[in-house]
């Protein structure tokens, strides 16, 4: 199928000594077209006829097809690809049964272009044929062809490299760490894929020092590396932003909008124009921040504080945050309007502790940013080394602030120890360090903790034993990205001996026990 030349298959006066693609289509011995689709208009029916009769006599066995489709300006990208798009939606394929190919050599640019897309989006599931006139072409001939498959999958080369450059793009992600989790790097995988091809609003959750950030930074130079963005990335934490502030912050302010502006403010959203601005703890804004939020997100305009003039900004958002939104919806405290426009790509980072595979590559990682930063390099003996992983890998270590208790760890080891060569009394004395940190953070007592979800009057009738097991759960629960790797965590001694065969329930049960669930837990 395609488009009748009205120039070149014109052939003027002299028709069989000029060469003409749509005759010269099928006068290939080796190539044989059963039937031609030729797309003309009106004002091309007396050529079209011309063309049809020759074809015959060139190719009896082809039957040509006649297809009107009348445009205004056929050079119109937008009505060129809506007209093609619909002759495409009512062409019953049957690929079954025949082999389609478009033939881009006539037609103005902008069809070619059409086929193109078309066909690479699978509404037209044809190849492409390109024809090649004779180098004397003015004398008429068949000239040459060429068919390309736009599956580029089917193209060894081609599909090499792209999964080469999918690999260097999900590395990038991680920032070059070669982690070993499979979870993670699954989650990492399908990040690269949507920053290739979406525009829409990403959730980053998981706890604090979990990398968020880093990641949403990663992302946006990832996308700015493929040419999707071209503006700044805007950073904030929300829960810095109160009130006033939080408005004026965001959305910019008017001059004299309130005591102390003394002038026009644009805000961070408008800085963020054309490129990605990135809400760190988004459920920390406030109800009114958020109906403002939502409004940007969907129609690209907000309103700045004190002004009656809207402003306009196009950015892509990635929000993040440490809890569960759900349950902030359930109190009123998020607007599920906006967690439904945010929940489109959502993606959980898991815990260090979750993720204790991991923990060596990041050491070595945090041991590199510590040379970059410092000027200077700092190794581990053997011994030294492999007591810290040990530690770091047991359940001993907590890593309350994940990757942030990590790279301080790192830090402090590679300043005391001596010519910069870490020592297992440097790690001994680190451990030390660490757990008591850990422990100075869970040393308040059961009920401190508990009363975040008991009144006083429920809790006295609770026994001190049930309390202080209790806490103790409730401390693993917050600590842990999931139900699993709570009970994982919790039953380890009762897995190992094969006596717990499915610890999140045996969990959920117990929280159940004192109608509480881990999603409340965590959350708080």
């Avoid at 086929?115 to 090649?132: D, G, N, S």
């Avoid at 790509?345 to 898991?350: I, V």
């Avoid at 103790?472 to 790797?485: D, F, G, I």
């Avoid at 009970?487 to 190992?496: E, K, P, T």
């Amino acid at each position: 199928m395609g488009f009748l030349g009205t120039t070149m298959d014109a052939g003027k006066d002299n028709r069989w000594e000029r060469w003409r693609p749509t005759v010269a289509l099928c006068q290939h011995e080796d190539f044989l077209v059963n039937r031609l689709e030729l797309i003309h208009d009106n004002h091309a029916a007396a050529l079209a006829e011309r063309v049809t009769r020759d074809i015959a006599q060139v190719s009896p066995e082809t039957k040509v097809e006649r297809r009107i489709l009348n445009l205004t300006d056929p050079w119109d990208f937008q009505e060129v690809y809506g007209a093609m798009r619909d002759f495409a939606d009512a062409y019953s394929f049957d690929t079954e049964k025949e082999d389609y190919l478009v033939n881009i050599t006539t037609g103005t640019h902008v069809a070619q272009i059409c086929w193109f897309l078309l066909v690479e989006a699978h509404y037209v599931p044809a190849k492409i044929l390109q024809l090649t006139p004779p180098k004397r072409w003015r004398e008429g001939g068949a000239g040459t062809y060429g068919v390309i498959d736009l599956d580029l999958a089917r193209y060894d080369k081609i599909a090499t490299r792209f999964a080469a450059e999918k690999a260097q793009a999900t590395s990038f992600l991680k920032s070059g760490i070669a982690t070993r989790n499979e979870a993670f790097n699954r989650m990492i995988e399908r990040i690269e894929q949507v920053a290739a091809l979406s525009k829409a609003p990403l959730l980053l959750m998981g706890p604090t020092g979990a990398g968020k950030s880093q990641l949403a930074s990663r992302i946006y130079e990832l996308k700015k590396m493929r040419h999707r963005l071209k503006g700044p990335f805007v950073e904030v934490n929300c829960a810095t932003l109160r009130g006033d502030g939080a408005m004026s912050a965001l959305f910019g302010h008017a001059k004299g909008a309130f005591t102390g502006a003394l002038a026009e403010r644009p805000g961070l959203l408008r800085k963020a124009d054309g490129g990605m601005l990135f809400l760190d703890e988004i459920g920390e804004l406030g109800l009114d921040e958020q109906a403002v939020i939502l409004r940007a997100i969907e129609e690209k305009r907000f309103l700045p504080l004190g002004s009656d003039k809207e402003t306009m900004s196009d950015f892509q958002l990635i929000a993040g945050t440490n809890r569960d939104l759900s349950v902030d919806v359930a109190k009123g405290k998020f607007r599920e309007d906006l967690l439904a426009r945010l929940d489109l790509w959502t993606f959980e980072l898991p815990a260090l502790k979750d993720r204790r595979e991991d923990i060596e590559p990041n050491l070595d990682f945090e041991l590199v940013r510590f040379a970059e930063r410092e000027g200077v390099r700092a190794t581990f003996n053997r011994e030294a080394r492999e007591r810290y992983l040990a530690f770091a890998r047991s359940d001993r270590a907590s890593w309350r602030a994940n990757f942030r208790d990590l790279g301080a760890s790192v830090t402090r080891m590679a300043t005391l120890a001596p010519a910069r060569r870490i020592t297992e009394e440097i790690v001994v004395e680190e451990i030390a360090r660490l757990e008591k940190s850990w422990s100075r953070g869970g040393a308040e007592g059961p009920d401190t903790l508990l009363r975040d979800f008991f009144s006083e009057e429920a809790l006295a009738e609770i026994d001190l034993f049930d309390r202080v097991q209790l806490a103790a759960v409730a401390q693993v629960c917050r600590a842990h990205s999931s139900l699993s790797a709570a009970g994982r965590a919790l039953f380890s001694a009762s897995r190992a001996q094969r006596s717990s065969v499915n610890d999140a329930d045996r969990l959920r049960k117990y929280l159940a026990r004192f109608e509480l669930d881990w999603k409340v837990i965590s959350a708080r």
